[in-house]
C-alpha cells in the first residue's frame, strides 16, 4: 500500500466514508487550516523549552486530529457523534484561567518576535483563527458543524496567546505593544 493513491490527481479528495468533493471546498479547506495549525504547534513544541507547555502542546495536537475527524466527517452525516467534547473545551478554559492568574500575565498586547517560541505559537494562534473563521464560514453556508468545534478553536486561540506570552514573561523578554510604541493608555486601548 502507497500513500501515493492517485485518487486525488482530479482535484478531488475523499470525506471519511468515501463522500467525494473537490479540494478547493470550504470544509477540505477548514480541516486544512487544522492540519496547517497542527503542524504549527509542532514546530513551536519543538523550539519550546518549557516541558509544561510542551506537554499541554502534544495533548492539543492529539486533540486537533479530533476536530479535523469533525470537520471532514461528510455533509450528510448527521448521525456520527462529534468527537470534540464540551469536557475538552472546559479544558482549555480552566488553563486560560490559570495562565490569567499569573501576576503580569494581561498587561498589554504583545509584538510576536521577541522570543523564538513564543513566536511560533503566535503564528500557530493566527493559524487557528484562520481555522476558526473558516468553521464559520462553513456554518453561514448552512453545512453541519458541530459547534463545540468552534468553541473550541477560539478557546485554543487564547491559550495560544497566553502560551507565548508565558515564555516571553519566563525569558524576561517584553515584547510590550505598550513599550514598543511609547504611547500610554489604559491597557487594550484602541488607540494602539
Not at 468533493?21 to 470550504?26: D, E, G, R, T, V
Not at 476536530?67 to 479544558?91: H, I, N, R
Not at 476558526?132 to 468552534?150: C, T
Request: charged share 25%.
Amino acid at each position: 500500500m502507497s500513500i501515493a493513491t492517485k485518487s486525488g490527481d482530479s482535484g478531488e479528495t475523499s470525506l471519511a466514508g468515501g463522500f467525494r468533493l473537490s479540494k478547493s471546498a470550504l470544509r477540505v479547506e477548514t480541516y486544512g487550516n487544522v492540519d496547517e495549525l497542527n503542524a504549527h504547534l509542532g514546530l513551536a513544541r519543538a523550539l519550546c523549552d518549557d516541558e509544561n507547555i510542551r506537554d499541554r502542546t502534544k495533548l492539543i495536537q492529539s486533540e486537533l486530529f479530533l476536530v479535523g475527524s469533525a470537520l471532514s466527517a461528510p455533509p450528510t452525516d448527521t448521525e456520527s457523534p462529534c468527537p470534540v467534547t464540551p469536557a475538552m473545551v472546559d479544558a482549555l478554559t480552566a488553563q486560560v484561567h490559570e495562565l490569567e492568574s499569573i501576576e503580569g500575565m494581561l498587561s498589554d498586547w504583545s509584538i510576536p518576535g521577541e522570543h523564538v517560541a513564543a513566536a511560533a505559537y503566535d503564528v500557530a494562534r493566527t493559524v487557528c483563527r484562520r481555522a476558526e473563521r473558516s468553521v464559520v464560514a462553513l456554518q453561514q453556508q448552512g453545512e453541519r458543524v458541530d459547534s463545540d468545534v468552534l468553541v473550541y478553536l477560539n478557546r485554543l486561540s487564547d491559550l495560544l496567546w497566553l502560551f507565548g506570552r508565558k515564555l516571553e514573561r519566563d525569558a524576561g523578554v517584553d515584547g510590550s505593544l505598550r513599550k514598543v510604541s511609547g504611547k500610554t493608555g489604559s491597557r487594550w486601548s484602541r488607540a494602539w
